[in-house]
Structure formats: C-alpha cells, structure tokens
C-alpha cells in the first residue's frame, strides 16, 4: 500500500485544487452550451435567484439562474416548462455538485412559448402598452414608407405587388433585417430606430410570412415591442396570417392580417381614389350647370321687372305734372276760401293797426318832449356852456380842475371858444 502511495505521490491533488481544475476542464471543453430539457423542483431565493432541476427523461442537472439573468427573462418559469438553456457548467464546490449557470432560457415547444406569451403579454398590458389612446391614426398618403421584413422573404413581394397595385407612386424604404432565428430582434429594433430617424419617412411597416409560434417569436421579443411603442413614426405589423398573432400587432398603430393587408392600409386605391374624383368632378359639373340655369332664370326675370330709364323718367314726370295741377288747383281753392274768410279780418285788422299807430304816435310824442328837455343842446339854448380842459378834453365842473395859464374850450348852443384861465376863485 506504501509503494502504491509513493508512486503517486507527484500527482496527489487537494479536494479544492481538483475542483477548480474539473471546472477549468468543463469551461475548456464546453465552454457555454444550449441545453433543452425540463424545468423540475423550481425555486426562487430572496434575492430573487432561480434553482431547478433541467432533465430528460433518462438523466438530469442542477441549474441556477441569478439574479441579474433572472431580471432580463421574458417570461417566468415554471414547473414543467419545456425550456432551452444557454449556460456554462459549473461545479458548486462547497457540495461538490455539477451545476448549469444558465445565463439565458427561452420556453421551448409550442405550450411553453404559448404560456410566454401570455405571461408578457398580461405584464406589458398592464404596463398600457397596448391602451388605444396610445395609438396614432395612420397618414392618409405617405410621402415614403419605411419597410422592415427580409429582402430574400416572400413577405416583400407580396406587399410590394400590393403596393404597386394600388398606388405605384410611393417610395419605400427598405431596411433588410432577419425575421427569425437568433439575433433576428436585434436587427428588428435597429431597423426601426433608423426609418423613424430619416426625414420623410411617413409610416413604418413591419410584415413577415407565416409560420410556427417558433417561427414568429421574434415579434414577441419585449425589446421588439417596446421599440415600437416608443416610434414617434406609426407603425403598422403585418405579421404571419390572419390566424397568427404576436404581441407587436397588439402595440402597433394597425394590425394587418398579412403583408397584402399592410399594403391595403399604409396607401389608398389610386384607381378608386380617380373614380371618386370623376364622380366628384361630375357631381360639381351638374351642380355649376344648374346654378347657372337658375341664375340665368333670375336674371330674366329681373330683367322682365326692369323698367328703362327714360321711360321711367317719362312716368315719373307724367307723375309730377299731375301732383303740379292737382296742388295748383287745391291752393286756387283754398286761396278762394281765404279771400271770403279774411275780408272781415282785414276790415279789423286795419282798424286796430290805425288805433295802433295813434296810441303809439301820441306816446313817442310825449317822449321826445321830455328827451328835448333832458337834451344838453337844450340846456345850452338856454344860455350854459360845456367848458372842458384842452389837455385832456375832461369836462370841468370846479375851478379847481384848472390852474392858471391852461387852455380851455366852451361848447354853445351856437358855436365854440377858446380861452385861457387868467384867474380862478372858490365859490
């Protein structure tokens, strides 16, 4: 026993020193893998990490998903949910177990996608994505249609042959993007962040064929949905066929059933939209001729109403002369009826204006009597004077208002003086 011991003495390893060279084997040989199998014995810790069993139906694994991988999942696992795991192994030394670190799981068959599904489809709900007031109302004539699908897909040739059908003269914009498959999201979002950037682009189509739910996952990817229900741009998803439904022609401005639909909602019929202007053009034509033919009727008629100048001016003065002799003849009349009236008042006025002018006579009379005796000129008739001083021309009624020397005047009934005071005295 010895000798065996010694004999591998150079190659005796520690318990810690072999596990870490196990698991620098296992990441050396595998590296990361995709494993499909079974969730089993499902538990989630407190801070939020998954464990599970990931079995068949001959052997099983220990798996863990952390909490950082476990926030990014699009769905929440469940007991016996058919999965796909891309993970590392790993050997969890303290119990020696082998383990999957899974760093991402995606539900696998059509049960699991279907339970997925309607898990994130009830969160974003519930988050409004999906709530009509978000929506915006498609353009009526986009200048440009931006265009995401796969250019080697059959989708672009229906809805380009849809397109060219009913409005040729649209521009698209085609972004070329993988539908399906791994990474096919990515190349989605991208596409639709760069045609709600370029100027002019009106509307945004996104639109594959059909196919299994496995097929069309990519249009149930979260980061796809909330990629759109960000665009400032509308969006309408015309994805699979009429039976086939996914979460982005749920947050979408327009769901189209399939490619050919999306066509039929992004652009009018050129050829409808021509008839509707011929009938448009017809109906304004009848209408132009009929309102010309009832005006037309109305200006006959106003014109059968219409009277001509002069002879509207003759009946006007034929009119006038007959209102002149008429009001002649009334004053005729009524200067008669006043010649009778007035002739006893003429009688009397005369009378009284005579009476009048005797009363008034005899009274001016006796007001010039008494005017004659107030008059200065009859004062002075009676031998005064009016002296006044020649300076000034004041009246002088004192000797004092005078000094010796001065110059006066003296006003006679008949005739003037001039004189000079030689010497005045005091009453």
């Known amino acids: ?27 050396d040989e595998f590296g990361e893998v995709w494993v499909e199998g079974e969730i089993a014995s499902l538990h989630r810790s407190r801070p939020g990490h998954f464990y599970f069993d990931l079995k068949d139906s001959d052997a099983q694994l220990r798996a863990v998903i952390f909490r950082r991988a476990a926030s990014e999942l699009p769905f929440e696992p469940e007991e016996g949910m058919q999965v796909l795991a891309r993970a590392q192994l790993d050997i969890y030394a303290e119990r020696g177990l082998l383990q999957l670190v899974v760093s991402r799981l995606e539900p696998c068959g059509e049960g699991a996608l279907r339970l997925a ?44 042959r849809a397109l060219r059908q009913r409005f040729p003269a649209v521009d698209v914009l085609l972004y070329d993007a993988r539908v399906q498959g791994e990474g096919a999201w990515r190349e989605v979002v991208r596409g639709l962040h760069l045609l709600d950037s370029r100027p002019g682009v009106d509307v945004i189509v996104v639109t594959r064929g059909g196919g299994s739910i496995e097929d069309l996952w990519t249009f149930n990817r979260e980061e796809v949905v909330r990629a759109i229900f960000e665009l400032e741009t509308p ?36 050829a409808a939209l ?54 002649f003849h009334a004053v ?38 008494r005017l004659h005796a107030l008059s200065p000129l009859a004062v002075l008739g009676r031998g005064y004077g009016i002296v006044r001083r020649e300076s000034d021309g004041a009246i002088l009624q004192s000797s004092e208002q005078v000094r010796v020397g001065e110059s006066i005047g003296v006003r006679l009934a008949r005739g003037a003086l001039r004189a000079s005071v030689t010497k005045t005295a005091a009453e």
Request: glycine share 8%; proline share 4%; hydrophobic share 40%.
């Open 235 to 270: 969006v309408v998803s015309g994805i699979g066929h009429e039976v086939d439904l996914v979460l982005t022609d749920l947050v979408a401005d327009a769901r189209a059933a399939t490619p050919t639909t999306a066509a039929e909602l992004v652009v009018p019929d050129a």
């Open 332 to 369: 005729g009349h009524e200067r008669e009826r006043g010649s009778i009236r007035l002739a006893p008042l003429r009688e009397r006025l005369g009378r009284a204006v005579e009476s009048l002018q005797e009363r008034q006579g005899a009274r001016l009379r006796a007001l010039g009597g």
């Open 117 to 160: 599904f309607e898990q994130l489809k009830r969160r974003l709900a519930a988050e409004g994505l999906f709530d009509p007031e978000h929506k915006q109302k498609l353009p009526f004539l986009p200048r440009r249609i931006g265009l995401i699908t796969s250019q080697q897909g059959a989708a672009i040739h229906d809805f380009l």
């Open 274 to 327: 021509l008839r509707e202007l011929s009938a448009l053009r017809a109906q304004l034509t009848q209408r132009q001729r009929m309102r010309h033919q009832a005006l037309r009727h109305r200006l006959e008629s106003l014109s059968r109403a219409l009277v001509h100048p002069a002879q509207r001016l003759t009946e006007l003065g034929r009119r006038l002369g007959d209102a002149r002799s008429r009001l």
């Open 1 to 27: 026993m010895r000798d065996g011991i010694e004999a591998l003495e150079g190659r005796v390893l520690g318990v810690s020193e072999l596990v870490a060279r196990l698991r620098e084997a296992l990441f």
